[in-house]
Every structure is written in C-alpha cells, then in structure tokens.
C-alpha cells in the first residue's frame, strides 16, 4: 500500500509544465505530493525557475491556490531543482557513454537519499532529454519498493503540449477556453525491483553495470577455474585470489572430485569409517572397506601435491582427521571439522575476488545437499573448465 506521503521526482526541459500538469493529475486523485524534485540541464534550470518559480506568479505558485494548498504545504524551491554534473560542471546531455555513465552516477547519488521509509516515490519521465529520461527510469528501478512508488508519464492533449503558456487545467493565467481535466493522462510504467538490502547497494550506477557485465558474462559461459597448488591461489578470468593452504587443500580435493569424475564428497562416509592405527608416535589412518581406501589415496595425493617438501606424514593425519572428525588424530578433543570452515572462507574469498552476487559466482562454490552430518559435498562447475598448475 502506498504511504500517505509522497514525493514527485521529475526530469525537465523545453517543457516545464510536465511538473504542474503531473501534481494537478494526482491532487484530483487524493495524492497530494509534499515534496517536489527535479533533475535537469544547466539551461531546464534557468527555464524552470522562471516559469515555476517565478517570484511573483510562478505556475507552481498558481497551482497551489487553484489546490487551495498552502505554499508551505509542499517543499519545492530553488534547491530542489537538481542540475547534473561530472566533476562540478553542468551537463548539456550525455555526448557519449561515459558521461552517460557520469549522469546516471550523479542521479542515483541523489535519487538514494529521496527514497524514505514513510514516503512513497512517483516519478515521471516525460520531460528533459531523453537520456536523462532513460537513466531516471534505469535509476528508480534500483531504488523502488512494491506497492509503495511509481513510475510514470504524462502525457497532455497533442494541442496543449504544443502551447509553452499552458501548465495546468483551472490556471487563472490560462487565457484560453477551459480544459477538460481528462485531456491530462498519467500512465503508470511497470518497474523491476530489485530485492537487495542497503547494505548489498553498490555504491555508483557504474559499479552496478559492471557488475551485471561480469554476472552476465560468467551466467553464459563461466570462466575456467585456474588452482596453482603451490602457490595456493586461484583465477577465474581475470579475477585471482590467494587461499590459505589448508583452503586451497580442500579447493582442491572437492575440485579434483569433479574433474576426475567421481561422486560427490559424503561426510558421513567418511567420518563413519575413518579410523587411526597408531605407530610409534605416528597417526596412520585406515578405511574399512574398497571405496575409503580409493578415497584414502585419492585424498594423500591431493595433500602431498599442494604441501608437497615438508614433513607431512603427522601432519596429514591430523589434516584428515580434522577435517572429518574436528579432533587431531588419536587425540580426544577437538570442534567444528575444518572442511566446513574452510567451505565458508573460500565462498567469501571468490566473492571478493568476482564482484559478483553469491547467486552467480555459485558455480565456483564447494556447495552442499543434505544434512549438516550427512552433506555431500561438490562443484557444480563442469569439469572441462577446472584447470590445475
């Protein structure tokens, strides 16, 4: 449902009156705005101020009488009359893609702070340049709530549209036959909603486009997974990243799972089976059964290749029983296994390293199914693209 308050956003030109014409439409309705806003060229400003605003008779000053509102009833003055810029300088139009760019920034930095939790947002595109109609609505995509605010345009009687003295039915300064309030239409626009928090906003409409670019690009046709194991790091086009060791071990092991072909990683399998044979002072692990024991070698080979020159062979125990038992091997404490902690490291770590939303950079995530103690674990990222150094 839309609040009770609301706010009129709109972009300006030649034709001023596609303000006055869209507060008057919507006061006939029960919607009165209590704020006005409007972006526009250095030239719509100066056009604007004269026309609306003007000291003595403004149009907007007429409408408010012919409303019978108040002047303080609603806030619109100078200040609100936005003139878009790139780096302090007013822009005519966008010449080329990185003004446009440019514009859009400026506007989205203005258009964040309009967006209020006890206001609905209306805004039209109909007047001003069409680019800057087109990043208004690109724009209050990005920023708008369902059921709350609205897009739209105006549109008038082909002959009034033609007249720069007319501004709204019912003007006093209008010195022509009367107007018929239904040759003033506004029609709603359908909007796409994002559903991101605050906090997921990205910061200018550059970033978000380069976002969606990478997105786009990844949901088509993703990128090879690059793991050098020595230097445990990772590229995903050109995006590369550094893992801890133990990180890149389990990158690698789930990793090597999907490219050779094999099922997915069951916990439970292992955990169950696994058990420790102790040697003199060393740990040696062993499997019941012909699948652990694969599984035994699968695991020291993808451990000797990425801790590959050190001491390993204590060492390796305690990394398999860590990360299936969450104690050291042949010890009797211990928490969580180590995988799942390294699981939730390596998502944050590509997700840093992408720019992307968790929803696309998922094919590069070690994902699970089932319960918690029966998980399988795997990568849904088709083996042809997994490439090791």
Known sequence: MRSSKAVLVAVL???????????YFYAKRGIVFSRVECFTTSEGRKLAQATLLGAKNGAFRRLLTTLRLRRNDVAFDASSIHVLSAGGNAL?????????????DDMYRHMRSLFRPDESVYATIAGGRKSVGACLSMVFQLFARPQRDCLFHVVADSALERDPKFFFPGDPAWRKKPVSDDLIKCTEIPVLYWPWSEAKRPETFRELW??????LLILADPPQLV???????????????????VECFHYCLIADLRKSGRDALRFADIRDDLEFVREGQIARPTFNGKAGQEFLQHYERVFREVFSGRAYQERFADRLSQDFLGVNAG??????????????????????????????????????????????????LDPEKIIFE
Do not use: C
Not at 210 to 215: A, G, I, M, N, V
């Open 13 to 23: 030109g030649n034709t001023p009156a596609i303000l006055t014409e869209a507060f």
């Open 92 to 104: 005519r139009d966008a010449a080329d893609a990185d003004e446009l760019f440019t514009m859009a």
């Open 210 to 215: 380069e976002q969606r670019q990478r997105e």
């Open 227 to 245: 793991i050098n194991r020595k230097k445990h790091a990772g590229r995903i086009g050109n995006a590369e990243f550094v893992m801890e060791p």
């Open 331 to 380: 010890r009797t404490t211990g928490g969580d296994p180590a995988l799942r902690t390294s699981i939730s490291n390596i998502r944050k770590t590509i997700l840093k390293a992408l720019k992307v939303s968790p929803e696309v950079a998922s094919v590069y995530f070690i994902e699970n199914i089932g319960r918690r103690n029966d998980a399988r674990y795997f990568l849904r």
